[in-house]
């Protein structure tokens, strides 16, 4: 493995580590259906205002989520729609492999 393909593993891996976490995936599928703000969020995944806020600077800082501006509100949406097949093709893995990734104990927090 090279160098850069080593690189290009690591960038993978962080993505995945980014939506690990139940509170940001939540959030994130609640995105796929689009633009909403905060307080959209929060009434969605039932997180939260300061764990929805939290979650929500670190998928922007990571480059995930958009933010704008409204009056006293701001807006969140996917940085890139093709997060939403990334989902629906993560959900049809799944319905394949649940009964044995359910089964194992390897990802257990």
Do not use: W
């Not at 993978?12 to 980014?18: D, E, M, S, T, V």
């Not at 205002?49 to 949406?77: E, I, K, M, W």
């Amino acid at each position: 493995m090279t160098t850069e393909s080593l690189t290009d593993v690591e960038v993978l891996a962080k993505l995945f580590r980014g939506l690990s976490d139940p509170s940001r995936l939540g959030i994130v599928q609640t995105l796929t259906a689009g633009e909403r703000s905060v307080s959209q969020i929060v009434a969605a995944t039932g997180l939260s205002q300061p764990n929805v806020s939290g979650h929500l600077s670190c998928l922007r800082d990571c480059g995930l989520v958009t933010s704008r501006p409204h009056g006293r509100s701001v807006f969140y949406a996917l940085a890139d729609e093709r997060m939403e097949d990334l989902l629906l093709a993560a959900g049809d893995i799944l319905c394949r492999v649940s009964g044995r990734l359910c089964a194992c104990g390897r990802y257990e927090r």
